[in-house]
C-alpha cells in the first residue's frame, strides 16, 4: 500500500521563528490533508490540498503531485502553534475515502 | 464543514468490558469512518460505515471486537468489545465533505483507558 513520511519527526522553534514540514508519499493521490492535533486531542484540518499552493494567515502548503511531496510552511511561529502536524493522503480510486497518515511531526514553539 | 459530536469524551474502563462509542453529525453524510490512535502513534482506520451495509474492516480489525452500526446518515456507533488495556486509545469518527471535494473532518475523539 502507500506509504507516508513525514520529516523532521520532532522540531523545536523558538517564537516567531519559521518551519517548513515535509510529507512524501509512495504514489499518485486524489486527496492530501494537512492536520494540526492539539493537546487535546482533536484533530484540525489546516489545509485539503491534493495539489498547488494554498495560504491561510501565517500557515501555507504546497503539494507537487507529479513528484510526490507537500511542504507545510509556518512563518512567524507561536506558542499555540504546538502540537503534531500529520499529513494524510487518500486514493479515492482504489481505497474509497480512507485515509493514510503519516508518523506526524511533533512542534514545541518555545516563548 | 460538517459539525461532529463524540460521546464520551473519556472513558476509563475495566478490563474485559465493552464500551460503545457514539458519533453525531449534523447533515447526512454517506460514509463514515472510525480511526484509532494508540498513545504516541498515528492514525489508523479501522472501519468504514455506510449507511444500509455492514462496515468494511481494515486489516488486522474484526467485527467480533469492533462491531459498527450505522442505522442512518448521521449517526453511527463503534463498541469496543471484551477490553484489554491495549485499547487504550484515542478513538475518533470522521465524514467526507459534502462538496464536491473528498476533504474529511474529524469529531473531537473519545479518549479512552481500560485498566
Known amino acids: 500500500g502507500i506509504q507516508v513520511e513525514q520529516s523532521p519527526p520532532d522540531l523545536i522553534l523558538q517564537e516567531g521563528a519559521n518551519s517548513t514540514l515535509r510529507c512524501n508519499f509512495s504514489?499518485?493521490?486524489?486527496?492530501l490533508q494537512w492536520f494540526h492535533q492539539n493537546p487535546w486531542g482533536q484533530l484540525i484540518n489546516l489545509f485539503y490540498?491534493?495539489?498547488g499552493t494554498k495560504q491561510n494567515g501565517r500557515l501555507s502548503a504546497t503539494t507537487v503531485a507529479t513528484e510526490r511531496y507537500s511542504l507545510l510552511y509556518i512563518s512567524s511561529s507561536q506558542t499555540t502553534d504546538s502540537g503534531v502536524y500529520f499529513c494524510?493522503?487518500?486514493?479515492?480510486?482504489?481505497?474509497?475515502?480512507?485515509?493514510?497518515f503519516g508518523q506526524g511531526t511533533e512542534l514545541s514553539v518555545k516563548p | 464543514s460538517a459539525v461532529i459530536s463524540q460521546k464520551p469524551s473519556r472513558d476509563i474502563c475495566q478490563r474485559g468490558t465493552s464500551l460503545t462509542i457514539q458519533c453525531q453529525v449534523d447533515?447526512?453524510?454517506?460514509?463514515m469512518f472510525w480511526y484509532r490512535q494508540q498513545p504516541g502513534q498515528s492514525l489508523t482506520l479501522i472501519a468504514t460505515?455506510?449507511?444500509?451495509?455492514?462496515?468494511?474492516?481494515e486489516s488486522g480489525f474484526v467485527i467480533d471486537k469492533f462491531p459498527i452500526s450505522r442505522p442512518n446518515l448521521t449517526f453511527s456507533t463503534l463498541t469496543v468489545s471484551n477490553m484489554s488495556p491495549e485499547d487504550s486509545s484515542i478513538y475518533l469518527c470522521?465524514?467526507?465533505?459534502?462538496?464536491?471535494?473528498?476533504?474529511?473532518?474529524f469529531g473531537p475523539g473519545t479518549r479512552l483507558t481500560v485498566l
Open positions: 460505515a455506510n449507511q444500509g451495509s455492514e462496515a468494511t474492516y
Open positions: 494524510a493522503v487518500g486514493q479515492i480510486y482504489n481505497q474509497g475515502g480512507k485515509l493514510i
Open positions: 490540498i491534493p495539489s
Open positions: 470522521s465524514v467526507e465533505s459534502s462538496g464536491s471535494s473528498w476533504e474529511q473532518f
Open positions: 504514489d499518485s493521490v486524489n486527496n
Open positions: 447533515s447526512q453524510v454517506t460514509m
